[in-house]
């Protein structure tokens, strides 16, 4: 058993990401059998921590455990950072889950992934979309209603394999070329 097997959530956890996702957070406080769970930049250990203690049959929160792997993998293809970095951050991140320091979503609900800089767009439809596609949910509303369309979206997930283990895909990042994986079969 891996020292972090015991933080395993009650519940189906939910990480909303991108511009707007905590006031999306906000405008699902109070949901009836909802946790909403606002992290942003706190420790993620410790959002492990909350994500796990929650008993709620939804868990949603607005923190990426492979935030850092992200930005990463752009910056690499932006041309501003090296494979390098990418390798650094894969290995923390792969560090954090084997430490049961970071929990992976059972599902990323992504706002407004086509008004977002084409790497990451990319990165979210592509790279980390491809490993399990009906995990990574796109939302494209109108800015006056992205919370609607969380909680809409939150009433019909779809059902669909769980995320592989990140060991097995995680390291293979750097292979993953922008408008070469995944994006180009989402009509994004």
Same mark, same amino acid.
């Not at 792969?94 to 990323?108: C, H, K, Q, V």
């Not at 980390?128 to 796109?138: N, S």
């Given at each position: 058993?891996?020292?972090?097997?015991?933080?395993?959530?009650?519940?189906?956890?939910?990480?909303?990401?991108?511009?707007?996702?905590?006031?999306?957070?906000?405008?699902?406080?109070?949901?009836?059998?909802?946790?909403?769970?606002?992290?942003?930049?706190?420790?993620?250990?410790?959002?492990?921590?909350?994500?796990?203690?929650?008993?709620?049959?939804?868990?949603?929160?607005?923190?990426?455990?492979?935030?850092?792997?992200?930005?990463?993998?752009?910056?690499?293809?932006? &041309?501003?950072?090296?494979?390098?970095?990418?390798?650094?951050?894969?290995?923390?991140?792969?560090?954090?889950? &084997?430490?049961?320091?970071?929990?992976?979503?059972?599902?990323?609900?992504?706002?407004?992934?086509?008004?977002? &800089?084409?790497?990451?767009?990319?990165?979210?439809?592509?790279?980390?979309?491809?490993?399990?596609?009906?995990?990574?949910?796109?939302?494209?509303?109108?800015?006056?209603?992205?919370?609607?369309?969380?909680?809409?979206?939150?009433?019909?997930?779809?059902?669909?394999?769980?995320?592989?283990?990140?060991?097995?895909?995680?390291?293979?990042?750097?292979?993953?070329?922008?408008?070469?994986?995944?994006?180009?079969?989402?009509?994004?």
């Amino acid at each position: 058993m891996a020292s972090g097997d015991w933080l395993t959530p009650a519940g189906t956890v939910v990480a909303i990401v991108g511009d707007g996702a905590a006031d999306a957070l906000t405008a699902l406080d109070g949901i009836r059998d909802v946790e909403t769970i606002p992290l942003g930049d706190d420790d993620p250990s410790l959002g492990a921590r909350r994500i796990a203690a929650a008993r709620s049959p939804w868990v949603v929160h607005d923190a990426d455990p492979l935030g850092h792997v992200a930005s990463a993998w752009v910056e690499l293809f932006q &041309e501003r950072s090296t494979l390098g970095v990418l390798e650094v951050e894969v290995d923390a991140a792969l560090s954090r889950f &084997e430490a049961g320091e970071a929990i992976m979503p059972d599902y990323y609900i992504v706002l407004e992934p086509s008004a977002a &800089e084409d790497t990451w767009r990319h990165w979210w439809c592509g790279a980390l979309g491809h490993r399990a596609p009906r995990r990574v949910l796109p939302v494209d509303a109108p800015a006056t209603s992205p919370a609607d369309a969380v909680r809409r979206l939150l009433t019909a997930l779809p059902s669909s394999r769980p995320w592989p283990e990140p060991s097995t895909w995680l390291p293979s990042l750097k292979f993953d070329i922008p408008d070469r994986v995944g994006v180009r079969d989402t009509g994004l």
